[in-house]
Each structure stands twice: as structure tokens, then as C-alpha cells.
């Protein structure tokens, strides 16, 4: 599970890793001297796409970003800074321990970076001191302690996938700051956390998700059903970016979230959802589609077959949603738009 980046940064206060000021808010605000207004999405590329902006003029930056289906917003101080780094802890498969990742090349682009260490950190032992001295001899700075103290104890504390800081500011001030966050939370641990999820409002995912090498978003009800929209998808030429199954009974907000999910991936650049409506209600599945709409701004198409299933056709095409009868026709569309 993606974490906004808001949710992040509540999570970097918590182990000390220092974050600029700022407030979470749905509505315009006015506020004082320069901010960066961050779209709250849980996709990536919000710099490259204009979702990020500095501005002085913090009011009506957001009514333009609303204007463009934004509905949250990060507005922070901006932060004069000197350098830009990275930092990341995520698991090592080839060691099943937790690794640091540092780069003198923070960033939007730092994907392209060369310049990258990695260090693999046991669980046995944890961080130690020589680990801290070690990343600030490579990235030249002091002061990271608790960082990465702060980085591993998130990542082992909260079973995550990943935590990252990109960039992580040196200022001009000499103050180590994480300008960003992205926090990926392992799905099947989601259980040993209720206590997180209710403080974020978030439902524990209960889907099977496996992401794959394609472009094409995969969601169905049902391991059958979901598979043969794969292979159909292969059989017209796609190539599936995951395999996702909503199972039977899905909800409405089971449903935005799983559509969030897939639609975060930037790899993925359309979205198939083919679901057979026995004990799952279409026109739930519809309402949940339409929420997820808000933040994936990606095409999506969809067959729907089942119990309500023509007052969920009528919500999506209400919504400017491709929607089908025949799934043959539908995966072609998908295929080759």
C-alpha cells in the first residue's frame, strides 16, 4: 500500500527525520512569502507534470491544480537548499535484509543517476555507527544519523516495501531536510498495523496483487477471471503490467483503492477491469471506478456483467468511462488505443 506523501512525512515527524512546515489542506489557503503546493496523488512525475509548483501566490495555485481534478494538496515552506541527495531502505532479495541506498544525485531524474552505493544493513545488528559515518564520507555531509536511524526503524517498525527520501535537501543553512517522501507499506503485513490504518482512514488491502513487466493495468474478480483477462491481453499483442483480484463482494472503496493501486504503477498506461457481478454489485464497483478517477488520470476500460449491472454502466458512462458488453472488444480497444 502507497502512502501519500503527506502520510509519509507524519511518519518521518515520528523518528525524528525533519520535514520543512506545512499544512495538508483540501480547500485554498492564503499564506504568507514563497511555498511549494504539492498534489497529494499517489502517482509519480507530479514536478514533471506540473503538480508541484513554487509559488507565492499559494491561493489561487491550488484553485488552478483543482481545476485539474486535484483534491488534496501539501502546501510547505520553501526551502533554499544547496545540494540534493537520496536516500531509500528497501529489502535486498539476494540477502533478504534491509539495504541502504544513498545517491549524490537527488532528484526528479535521479533514475538516470550513476553515482549510487548501496549497504547491506542485518537485521541482527541493525544500524551502528559506522554505518552513519560510512554514508556521510560518501555523500559529504554530517548529520545523518538520525536519517537513516530513522529510515530503518520505519522500514523494519512498519513491515515496508520501501522508504524513500528524494531529494533530501542539504539547506543553505547547513539543515539536513527531507523535501519528500515515499512510503510503500507490504500488503500482507497490513493486519499487524490497524492501528496506522484507521489513523490514516485507509482500509487493509485484501486483494492478490502481482506486478509484471507490462503497460496494461489487469483488474478482475476472481483468480480465473483476472487470468483470462491476461491471456487475452497477451493473445491481441498487450503485454499485462500485474495480475490484481478484487475477489467476490468487493466495496466501493475496495474497489478505488485497488484502481489507485494499479494506476500508480508508472509503467502502467491504460487499465482493463473485467468483472463478473455475482455476490459483487456492479454499480459498487462502478462508484468505486469514478472515486479513483480523482487521482488516476490514466484510460480505463471496463466490461461489467452481473447484479446491477446497468445502473453501474450508466454511472461510468456518466463519467466519460469505456464501458463494454463484449470483453473481446474491449481488450482490442485497450490493445491497440
Not at 459498487?284 to 453501474?312: H, Q
Request: charged share 30%.
Amino acid at each position: 500500500m502507497k502512502l501519500y506523501e503527506y502520510e509519509g512525512k507524519s511518519l518521518f515527524k515520528r523518528v525524528g527525520i525533519p520535514v520543512p512546515n506545512g499544512v495538508v489542506t483540501s480547500e485554498p489557503i492564503r499564506w504568507q512569502g514563497k511555498a511549494v503546493v504539492k498534489s497529494q496523488l499517489l502517482e509519480g512525475a507530479r514536478g514533471k507534470r506540473g503538480l508541484v509548483r513554487v509559488t507565492e501566490d499559494v491561493y489561487n495555485t491550488i484553485l488552478e491544480l483543482k481545476k485539474l481534478g486535484v483534491e488534496k494538496f501539501l502546501v510547505e515552506e520553501f526551502v533554499p537548499h544547496e545540494k540534493e541527495f537520496y536516500a531509500s531502505v528497501l529489502l535486498d532479495r539476494e540477502t533478504a535484509e534491509p539495504m541502504l541506498v544513498l545517491s549524490r544525485e537527488g532528484g526528479i531524474d535521479v533514475e538516470q543517476a550513476k553515482d549510487v552505493k548501496k549497504m547491506i544493513i542485518p537485521l541482527e545488528r541493525g544500524v551502528r555507527s559506522y554505518d552513519i559515518v560510512e554514508a556521510e564520507k560518501y555523500l559529504g555531509v554530517k548529520g545523518l544519523g538520525q536519517i537513516i536511524q530513522g529510515l530503518y526503524k520505519l522500514f523494519v517498525d512498519y513491515d515496508a516495501e520501501l522508504v524513500e527520501i528524494n531529494p533530501l535537501a542539504l539547506t543553505n543553512d547547513g539543515r539536513i531536510l527531507a523535501l519528500d517522501s515515499k512510503v510503500i507499506l507490504e500488503d500482507n503485513a497490513l493486519y499487524r498495523h490497524e492501528d496506522l490504518l484507521k489513523e490514516l482512514g485507509r482500509q487493509e488491502v485484501r486483494d492478490s496483487y502481482v506486478e509484471l513487466e507490462g503497460d496494461i493495468g489487469i483488474i478482475g474478480n476472481g483468480a480465473g477471471l483476472t487470468m483470462a483477462s491476461m491471456d487475452l491481453v497477451k493473445l491481441n499483442g498487450g503485454n499485462p503490467a500485474n495480475f490484481l483480484d478484487v475477489g467476490g463482494g468487493a466495496s466501493r472503496e475496495h474497489v478505488k483503492e485497488s484502481v489507485i493501486k494499479v494506476g500508480s504503477n508508472p509503467r502502467v498506461k491504460k487499465i482493463v477491469i473485467n468483472i463478473y457481478g455475482g455476490i459483487t454489485r456492479c454499480d459498487e464497483v462502478a462508484l468505486g471506478i469514478v472515486d479513483a478517477l480523482k487521482e488516476v488520470k490514466k484510460p480505463i476500460f471496463v466490461r461489467l456483467l452481473g447484479t446491477n449491472e446497468e445502473l453501474g454502466k450508466k454511472i461510468l458512462r456518466e463519467n466519460g468511462v469505456n464501458v463494454y458488453d463484449d470483453v473481446l472488444k474491449m481488450i482490442g480497444d485497450a490493445v491497440r488505443s
